[in-house]
């Protein structure tokens, strides 16, 4: 599960337990890199589109292994 975050200029990457209902890790990652990052969403081809909210907004693509 992926969460992006504006305030904290990141996106959170939360692993989940085996049955899939509970939190069993959280990862920041792109921190500071891209800046505030306002929505995500996973292409076709296993890559990340997010945007983000700076001002001089960009979609930046990245890929998640």
């Keep these: 599960v992926l969460a992006c975050c504006l305030r904290g200029e990141r996106m959170i990457r939360f692993t989940l337990d085996g049955s899939g209902t509970a939190v069993a890790g959280k990862t920041?990652?792109?921190?500071g890199t891209f800046g505030r990052?306002?929505?995500?969403i996973l292409d076709g081809q296993g890559g990340l589109l997010f945007c983000t909210s700076n001002g001089d907004d960009v979609v930046a693509r990245i890929s998640y292994k």
């Excluded at 920041?28 to 921190?31: K, N, P, V």
């Excluded at 990052?37 to 995500?40: E, L, P, Q, S, V």
């Design 28 to 31: 920041d990652t792109l921190e």
């Design 37 to 40: 990052i306002r929505n995500t």
